[in-house]
C-alpha cells in the first residue's frame, strides 16, 4: 500500500506516493515536552491531560488510558513497561478514545423545569419518506427519527378511502396513506429507545366526530398507562421532562370539522403555488442567515399548517366535539382571534402552543421579538417550514432558538446544512432531545424586561480552533471516488451556526493529491451568544471542472466542546458516521 496506481489513458498510468499517517509538528512538540528520553510516563500523561486537555482526570484514569491504548494497538515494544511512546500517543489522540464531546457526561441539565423552558427536539411530518408531495408515509421514518433522539412527532390524520378508519398522510397531495395505528405501533416500540425523556405527539386533525372518537379509542389501547392526559382542561403550567419519563404526550387544536379544513388545506398544498430552488450541491445549501428575504403578503401566512384561518375552536358547538378525543390533548394548540398581538399574549391562568411559520416568525420577530422572548417563557412556540420547501428542505434553527422558541420543527428527511445544524444543537445534553435554553431567554429583569434577539451584544469569548489534519477517506470510499485520476485535493470549512453576529465561515487551503490532508491552519471565532452556537465542521474536494466533491460533516454544541486536542469523527450527508474519517483538531477557548 506504499504506492497507488490511477490510470489516466488505455497506455498511461499514474503513480502516487500514499501518505502515513504521522504526527504533526505541534503534537510532536506537546509529546517531547509531556515525556522524557522519549516515554510518556503515567505523571507525563496526568499532567498533559491536565494542562493541555483540561481534563479534570485522575492518576487511575491516566493509568487506565495508556492500558487501554497497550491493548488496543499491541505494541510489543513498550507494553511491559506500561508507558507511551510518540506513535501511540499520536494514535491516542486521533483515536476514539478522544473524542470532541464527553462520552461520559450523559444528560447533566437541569431536568425539573417546565418543558418551555427547554429546546425539544422536533420533527415535521414525521411520517414522509421523502419529498412533500408524492412520496410514500410510512412508519420507517419516525422510527428512524425517534433511534435519533427525536422527541416531537408529527402525524397528519385523515379518513381513509372509506372513511370508516384513520391513515396518516399529507393532505391534498399525491402522497401515499400510511395506517395511524401502524404509526402508533411504532412510536410505543421506539419512543424510548434513545432517550427516556417523553415524546410529543402532534397531530393536524382533518376527521370527522365519528373518527376523533375512533382516535381517541386507538391512542388509550395503544399508549394505556403511558399517555399524559391531564384531561380537557388547559394546563396551568407544564409539567417537566423529569416528571414526564417515559410519557406519551399529545398536542393538537381543539377538535374541528374534517370538511372546513379540507377546502382550506387545497390551496396550502397546491404544488403549483411555488417550490424551493433544488439544491446547488451535492452536500445541500448553505445555512440561509438571518436576513433571509421574507415574503410580503404570503398567503398561507394567514393560514395555519392545517388550513385552517388561525382561530381556535373553542366556540365550536358541542355537536362537533369528541369529547374523549379532547380529553386526550394535554398541549392545546391554536391561535386566538385577534391577530398577532392576541396570540403572543401570555395568560397566567393557562400555558398553550402556538405554531408560526419561518415566514411568519421571520415577520413577527421584526416587531415583536421581545413578545416572542416572554411568550416562550411560559408557553410553547413551535415553528414549522413553509409550505413551498416541497423538496423536504429545512430553513435556519437559529432564528427560532434565539427568540426561545422550543419546537423548531424539521425535515428529518431533507438532509443538507440546516438539519446538520439541528442534529448538532441536540448532541448537547447527552443526546437525550431536551436542551435546556439559555438563563437570558428564561429570565425577566427587576422591570420585567426580558432578552432582546435584536441586541447586539459584546464579545463573551473567543472560540480558536485549529485544523491539524484528517484521515480515513481512503477505507471508507473507493479510491476513485474523488477522482479518477488522481488522490483527492482536500479542503476544510469550519465556522459558526449561531445569532447573526456569531454565524460565519471559514476556510483552509486545498491540498492536492493526499488521501492524509495536514492542513495545520488555525481560525478564531469571536462569540457574543456562546450559548447557541454550534461549531460547523465539513470537508469537501476541489474538483476544478466540476461541482466539489462532499468529504465529510459534523456539528458540535460550542457549549459542550472539550478543550485540548481531540479526534473529530465525521458523518455523511445523511448524518450517518463514517466508520474511518476523522479530523484531528485543538480547541481552545480564550
Not at 504526527?23 to 499532567?47: C, W
Not at 370508516?164 to 393532505?171: E, I, M, P, S, Y
Not at 434577539?453 to 476513485?480: A, C, I, N, R, S
Amino acid at each position: 500500500m506504499s504506492k497507488q496506481t490511477y490510470r489516466v489513458c488505455f497506455c498511461f498510468q499514474r503513480r502516487f506516493k500514499l501518505a502515513i499517517s504521522e504526527s504533526p509538528p505541534e503534537i510532536k512538540a506537546f509529546f517531547d515536552q509531556y515525556s522524557e528520553n522519549g516515554v510518556m510516563t503515567v505523571d507525563h500523561l496526568h499532567r498533559f491531560l491536565t494542562e493541555v486537555q483540561k481534563e479534570e482526570a485522575t492518576k487511575e484514569e491516566a493509568q487506565a488510558t495508556i492500558d487501554h491504548c497497550l491493548r488496543e494497538l499491541k505494541h510489543p515494544n513498550i507494553f511491559h513497561r506500561k508507558v507511551l511512546n510518540l506513535e501511540v500517543f499520536f494514535k491516542y489522540l486521533f483515536g476514539d478514545l478522544n473524542p470532541p464531546l464527553s462520552p461520559s457526561i450523559g444528560v447533566h441539565h437541569d431536568m425539573s423545569g417546565p418543558l418551555s423552558h427547554y429546546f425539544i427536539y422536533t420533527g415535521h411530518n414525521s411520517y414522509l419518506t421523502g419529498n412533500q408531495l408524492s412520496s410514500d408515509c410510512s412508519d420507517v421514518p419516525i422510527i428512524q427519527a425517534l433511534h435519533r433522539g427525536v422527541r416531537v412527532i408529527e402525524l397528519d390524520i385523515w379518513p381513509n378511502s372509506t372513511k370508516d378508519d384513520v391513515d396518516v398522510l399529507h393532505g391534498g397531495t399525491l402522497t401515499t396513506p400510511v395506517q395511524l395505528i401502524k404509526c402508533l405501533k411504532s412510536i410505543k416500540e421506539h419512543a424510548f429507545v434513545a432517550s427516556e425523556y417523553p415524546v410529543v405527539i402532534t397531530l393536524e386533525d382533518h376527521l370527522t366526530p365519528d373518527l376523533q372518537a375512533k382516535v381517541a379509542q386507538l391512542v388509550t389501547q395503544t399508549f394505556g398507562d403511558i399517555l399524559f392526559s391531564p384531561g380537557s382542561e388547559c394546563l396551568k403550567e407544564f409539567p417537566s421532562p423529569e416528571s414526564l419519563k417515559k410519557r406519551i404526550i399529545i398536542s393538537t387544536k381543539p377538535p374541528q370539522e374534517y370538511l372546513e379544513a379540507k377546502d382550506a388545506l387545497k390551496s396550502e398544498n397546491d404544488p403549483k403555488s411555488g417550490k424551493t430552488q433544488a439544491d446547488e450541491e451535492a452536500w445541500g445549501q448553505e445555512v440561509p442567515d438571518h436576513k433571509g428575504a421574507i415574503v410580503a403578503d404570503d398567503k398561507q401566512d394567514e393560514l395555519d399548517e392545517d388550513g385552517s384561518n388561525g382561530e381556535e375552536d373553542n366556540d365550536k358547538s358541542p355537536q362537533h366535539v369528541a369529547p374523549e378525543y379532547k380529553r386526550l390533548i394535554a398541549i392545546h394548540a391554536g391561535k386566538p382571534k385577534g391577530g398577532l398581538v392576541e396570540c403572543l399574549k401570555v395568560d397566567p391562568d393557562k400555558v398553550r402552543r402556538l405554531s408560526l411559520s419561518e415566514q411568519q416568525l421571520e415577520k413577527a420577530s421584526e416587531v415583536y421579538a421581545k413578545e416572542i422572548v416572554r411568550f416562550t417563557q411560559r408557553n410553547i412556540l413551535r415553528v414549522y417550514p413553509k409550505g413551498i420547501r416541497v423538496d423536504s428542505s429545512n430553513y435556519n434553527p437559529m432564528i427560532g432558538w434565539s427568540h426561545g422558541a422550543q419546537m423548531v420543527a424539521f425535515n428529518m428527511q431533507g438532509y443538507g446544512r440546516s438539519l446538520w445544524v439541528m442534529q448538532g444543537m441536540f448532541r448537547a445534553n447527552g443526546g437525550c432531545g431536551y436542551v435546556k435554553k439559555p438563563d437570558f431567554l428564561l429570565k425577566t429583569g427587576p422591570h420585567n424586561e426580558v432578552f432582546d434577539p435584536k441586541y447586539k451584544l459584546p464579545v463573551k469569548t473567543t472560540l480558536k480552533v485549529k485544523v491539524y489534519m484528517g484521515e480515513g477517506w481512503y477505507y471508507d470510499f473507493k479510491h476513485t471516488h474523488f477522482d479518477a485520476y488522481s488522490p483527492p485535493d482536500f479542503y476544510a470549512r469550519v465556522g459558526i451556526a449561531g445569532v447573526a453576529a456569531d454565524s460565519v465561515m471559514k476556510k483552509t487551503k486545498t491540498l492536492e493529491d493526499d488521501w492524509i490532508p495536514a492542513w495545520d491552519e488555525e481560525f478564531e471565532f469571536p462569540l457574543t451568544v456562546p450559548e447557541l452556537a454550534v461549531l460547523r465542521i465539513e470537508v469537501h474536494e476541489y474538483d476544478m471542472s466540476e461541482k466539489d466533491d462532499f468529504g465529510g460533516q459534523t456539528c458540535l454544541p460550542v457549549s459542550e466542546l472539550r478543550k485540548g486536542i481531540r479526534a473529530v469523527p465525521l458523518h455523511s450527508r445523511k448524518g450517518e458516521k463514517y466508520k474511518s474519517v476523522k479530523l484531528l483538531m485543538h480547541f481552545e477557548f480564550v
